[in-house]
């Protein structure tokens, strides 16, 4: 998707292992979400950041954090990785300041096993 | 908690047949969006409509808006085979920080 890319697209790891994913936006946007996207729950809200160092908690945020320390980089990290950490994760950055669409990377499948 | 719901979890319509999925939200709302996720892929904005508006068009997509009922609706024309995908919609939560997804009504287009 056009100025957003999120690494890596595929991950497997082993239960407890600390896992960092990546969302690069090439755009200067202000606002960046981290979602999951599991079977029978559709996409749920983990963290969402309104600039550098500004974040915040969504609907599902434990056992995740968050880092945002350039504009154009939102880090999501599993400190100690879990079975019911296994996912779809999508980025998305806001196209206008709040109040407007989304646009989504191509999201990191991880497995946790 | 989910804000939005579809209906249905599922169609499957043949091809040049018209897809309609309903979506019904909890609370008030500035905007409903619509987006589409092919399979294995990041969701795809479609269309966002405003609360003061009540129908709105986009080459063979209509979406329209009834804020008294708290629901909205996403007509496609003519479905192609290449309209196969799941399609979500979206408003902001309470405090309007982000969006909020529903679980999505997966269609089936067959040629």
């Known amino acids: 998707d056009a100025g957003i890319t999120q690494s890596p697209r595929h991950k497997v790891t082993e239960t407890g292992t600390p896992v960092t994913l990546r969302c690069h936006q090439t755009?200067?946007?202000?606002?960046m979400y981290w979602y999951r996207q599991d079977p029978g729950h559709g996409l749920r809200l983990i963290h969402y950041?309104?600039?550098?160092?500004?974040?915040d908690k969504g609907e599902v945020s434990d056992g995740y954090s968050v880092s945002r320390s350039k504009t154009e980089d939102f880090l999501l990290t599993l400190e100690s990785a879990t079975s019911s950490q296994t996912s779809v994760y999508f980025c998305?950055?806001?196209?206008?300041?709040?109040?407007?669409?989304?646009?989504f990377g191509s999201g990191t499948r991880l497995t946790v096993v | 908690s989910q804000q939005g719901e579809e209906d249905p979890q599922a169609l499957s319509i043949q091809e040049g047949e018209n897809a309609t999925m309903n979506c019904s939200y909890k609370?008030?709302?500035?905007?409903l969006q619509w987006y589409r996720q092919n399979s294995g892929r990041g969701l795809v904005h479609l269309i966002l409509?405003?609360?003061?508006?009540r129908e709105k068009h986009s080459g063979r997509l209509r979406v329209t808006l009834d804020t008294s009922k708290k629901s909205s609706s996403l007509l496609i024309t003519a479905s192609r085979a290449a309209d196969t995908a799941s399609y979500f919609c979206?408003?902001?939560?309470?405090?309007?920080?982000?969006?909020?997804f529903g679980k999505g009504t997966t269609l089936s287009v067959s040629s």
């Open positions: 609370t008030s709302i500035n905007n």
């Open positions: 998305a950055i806001s196209v206008q300041e709040q109040g407007g669409g989304y646009t």
């Open positions: 979206a408003t902001y939560n309470q405090a309007g920080t982000a969006l909020i």
């Open positions: 950041s309104y600039g550098v160092k500004d974040t």
């Open positions: 409509i405003r609360s003061n508006e």
């Open positions: 755009e200067n946007h202000r606002y």
